[in-house]
């Protein structure tokens, strides 16, 4: 219903795949279903941003504009999907890679995504140090350098977040979600995703707030700051739901109760793994050759498996939101590195 308000360039194949986990399943005691945003685009192994940009660059596209400006970590999973989206429509790219956290590899800076965006011809600036997603003078410094050069730059914020068209591709998701539950019958009582930046988790909110039948959103925080993750995904729900009323849409109602957060699987720190994550991302690779990374896919699925174990779904269904990030994998082989084999 979005695509009747808000202009949208296709990017990815959509609606996304959804199946159910079956051996995980049969683990847990709980029917546990994925949606596979993961392979939801030709774009460079896709993700999470890819739903997110078909709106932006629609409207980047709009204005006239010929760079995007965006910024992440040096491992960035954002940035990757910015620089395949600027390709795949003929735009140029700048990606501010700043350092996030301390993993020591020396090819952290040259596997993964950063090696996929030096493919695909992108301008990765690197410096810049610590995580914020407000704005940052590395960024401003980017979109200026653009402009001196006459080009035309289109700001993306970290993670496609904080920005006024960031929360509609997730409370499109949410449209498909139901879609999909539809032809299949079923309904999905709980929706786990990976949090950060916020704008997935938003958007969800939004999109899920507006049917008719209610389910609990369950955000696992990645960023390891609950409050910061908790400030985000509120503002940004609240602007979405603003905007796609301003456009006749309909006005959601974001209650605290809503918004849920859970910080038990986010530490030791942002981008770092715990023995737990690496288990889990263990148990669903071996389980079902679904990939997940040390940064946020592994630490979501570790907190499904966790609160199933717990009880928390006795009797309902799960949908994984899996976001992509495998790329990322290829930087954290110590993580797994076994003396054994
Ligand atoms: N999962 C993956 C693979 C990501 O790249 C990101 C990006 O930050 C997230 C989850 C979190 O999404 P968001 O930043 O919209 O909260």
């Known amino acids: 219903a979005l695509d009747k308000l808000f202009p949208r360039k296709t990017l990815g194949f959509f ?11 049969a683990m847990l005691g709980v029917e546990v279903w994925a949606k596979r945003d993961d392979v939801s685009s030709g774009l460079a192994f896709g993700g999470n941003k890819i739903r997110k ?15 995007l400006v965006s910024i992440g970590n040096i491992q960035s999973n954002h940035t990757r999907q910015v620089c395949a989206a600027a390709a795949a429509v003929g735009m140029k790219s700048y990606t501010v890679q700043e350092t996030w956290l301390e993993w020591d590899d020396p090819v952290y800076d040259k596997v993964g995504n950063i090696l996929l965006t030096r493919i695909m011809g992108g ?9 914020s997603t407000t704005e940052k003078d590395t960024w401003a410094r980017a979109l200026e350098e653009v402009r001196a050069k006459g080009g035309k730059p289109y700001a993306i914020p970290a993670g496609a977040s904080d920005h006024p068209l960031g929360g509609l591709g997730y409370a499109n998701f949410a449209d498909e979600v139901a879609m999909q539950e539809q032809q299949l019958g079923i309904f999905f009582d709980n929706i786990v995703v990976a949090t950060c930046t916020g704008s997935t988790q938003a958007g969800m909110v939004v999109g899920f707030a507006a049917q008719e039948k209610r389910r609990r959103v369950i955000g696992i925080d990645t960023a390891d700051d609950e409050a910061m993750t908790r400030r985000a995904v509120t503002k940004i729900a609240n602007d979405t739901s603003e905007l796609i009323a301003s456009k006749g849409g309909q006005r959601v109602v974001v209650r605290d109760a809503d918004i849920e957060i859970i910080p038990d699987y986010s530490g030791p720190a ?10 889990a991302i263990r148990t669903a690779a071996e389980m079902e050759a679904m990939l997940t990374d040390p940064v946020y896919e592994g630490k979501s699925i570790d907190g499904l498996i966790d609160m199933a174990k717990k009880g928390h779904f006795k009797g309902q269904r799960v949908l994984y939101a899996h976001l992509g990030g495998a790329p990322a994998l290829n930087a954290y082989y110590k993580a797994f590195e076994d003396p054994e084999n």
Request: glycine share 12%.
């Open 53 to 67: 940009l078909e709106w932006l660059v629609a409207d980047a596209l709009a204005k006239g504009c010929d760079t």
């Open 123 to 131: 301008n990765p600036i690197m410096g810049g140090y610590g995580y």
């Open 15 to 25: 609606p996304s795949p959804i199946h159910k986990l079956e051996r995980l399943s």
């Open 270 to 279: 942002y981008g770092l793994p715990s023995e737990q994550t690496i288990a």
